[in-house]
């Protein structure tokens, strides 16, 4: 990370700066992944480094995320998660 403790924006994932632009984005996510099943929005909406920390003891990729939403699609396949919009 370079001085000043913000990250460099890629070509391929810009960094979004404001709140919403952050929200937006994770509408994007949720409604094409895990909504839908659209894998390619993994790639397309995080960054090349993306780490989920909200595991437990447990820092997890873009792999790791896409893995249990097919699973869960596969085991459940009109299951319909919704994003509240405030």
Known sequence: MPRGGK??????????????A????IHRLYERLM???DVAAADEILA??????????MAAGRAELIGPVQAISAAIPDIA????RR
């Not at 952050?22 to 984005?25: C, R, W």
């Open 7 to 20: 990250s460099t924006p890629s070509r391929r994932h810009p960094c979004p700066t404001t709140l919403e």
């Open 22 to 25: 952050n929200k937006t984005l």
């Open 35 to 37: 909504a839908n099943g």
């Open 48 to 57: 090349d480094g993306y780490l989920d920390h909200s595991v437990l003891f």
């Open 81 to 84: 998660p919704t994003v509240d």
